[in-house]
């Protein structure tokens, strides 16, 4: 019998579903098991995409001893039902072996199971499991990364997560002062969800945060643009396309400066809008760049006008005068 017929009678695909789904059995240490990993990314994507009898034999052992699809969302959703504060190591390689696998395209079946339907069904489950944590363990701070990632890969829309973002049930279980249920499923889970929004495009971003303003979406929308500017100390590098200030100028123009007349009238105070332009400003420090966009010039210059404007906060709005005057005006 040669190699080859040894290999697709069936000991090289226990190994391989073995170490995609049982890898902690063999007991390797972090470095081993980024190898392992980076060795099962190849097998799947490299040797058994292209080779139909490979690929045939591996999901009927993986389908028998590992997957069952009716029961997926069950599987990778069971650290939250039960309310853990660990992860065992057979849950987080679980949901990294369908990761793993659906990347690869290999099991066409597995892939057409993980619809729409069931992702909006895990972003439900982990918004409402996600309101019994007063915080966090480290564990299931990097599972609900796993899990954001794989929401994010199957639910480009990100309208069901931006749903719970902004939820305003009241939610004071875990705090002295009250919040919602959205600001605390976004705390919980704030450096994801950052690098989550951002992945989005301005103008769908723009969209879901100014239709029907609110206070949450503000609260958000202020974040975003503290994210894009300040020294970036929280951010665990979860900012990647908006990391240049040419793509963070999109940002601005696109969610923030272009529906100026919109927020300022939802009625926070002016020296928050008055910091998220200087915030702005910070990055988009060219001389006229505000000029550009007269709702934001009609607003500065209404401010500078008013007879209530004391000395101080002079001072800090002619701060902003070169970003409305030209070089050759300046």
């Known amino acids: 019998m040669s190699l080859t017929n040894q290999i697709i009678n069936g000991a090289y695909f226990r190994l391989v579903a073995k170490c995609l789904f049982e890898p902690y059995s063999y007991h390797l240490n972090s470095e081993q098991l980024k190898e392992l990993k980076w060795i099962m990314d190849r097998v799947l994507c490299d040797k058994c995409r292209s080779v139909d009898e490979i690929a045939k034999p591996l999901f009927e052992i993986i389908y028998r001893d590992y997957i069952q699809v009716d029961k997926m969302l069950e599987q990778i959703m069971e650290p939250y039902r039960m309310r853990q504060n660990r992860v065992d190591a057979s849950q987080r390689f679980y949901l990294e072996a369908?990761?793993?696998?659906?990347?690869?395209?290999?099991?066409?079946?597995?892939i057409e199971c993980i619809n729409s339907?069931?992702?909006?069904?895990?972003?439900?489950?982990?918004?409402?499991?996600?309101?019994?944590?007063?915080?966090?363990?480290?564990?299931?701070?990097?599972?609900?990364?796993l899990v954001l990632e794989f929401i994010s890969a199957n639910s480009p829309d990100m309208r069901k997560?931006?749903?719970?973002?902004?939820?305003?049930?009241?939610?004071?279980?875990?705090?002295?002062?009250?919040?919602?249920k959205g600001s605390h499923f976004f705390n919980l889970h704030r450096p994801m969800l950052t690098q989550l929004l951002f992945r989005s495009h301005p103008d769908q971003l723009a969209s879901l945060l100014l239709t029907e303003i609110s206070d949450q979406k503000l609260s958000i929308l202020t974040h975003l643009v503290q994210t894009l500017t300040g020294p970036k100390r929280d951010l665990d590098n979860t900012v990647t396309l908006l990391s240049n200030s040419g793509a963070a100028g999109v940002f601005f123009k696109t969610a923030v400066l272009s529906h100026w007349s919109r927020l300022v009238a939802y009625g926070r105070a002016d020296d928050q809008?008055?910091?998220?332009?200087?915030?702005?400003?910070?990055?988009?420090s060219h001389a006229g760049y505000l000029a550009e966009f007269d709702q934001v010039a009609e607003w500065f210059c209404q401010r500078l006008e008013s007879p209530?404007?004391?000395p101080p906060d002079l001072l800090h709005y002619l701060k902003?005068?070169?970003s409305f005057l030209p070089n050759d005006v300046q």
């Open 98 to 110: 369908v990761m793993l696998i659906q990347k690869s395209g290999l099991f066409p079946y597995y």
């Open 117 to 145: 339907d069931m992702v909006d069904l895990m972003v439900l489950t982990l918004f409402e499991s996600s309101q019994e944590y007063a915080e966090l363990s480290v564990d299931i701070a990097q599972y609900s990364r």
């Open 161 to 180: 997560l931006f749903e719970c973002l902004v939820d305003e049930e009241m939610c004071s279980t875990f705090s002295s002062r009250p919040i919602t």
């Open 273 to 284: 809008w008055l910091s998220m332009l200087s915030n702005i400003t910070h990055v988009k």
């Open 308 to 310: 209530l404007l004391g």
């Open 320 to 322: 902003l005068l070169p």
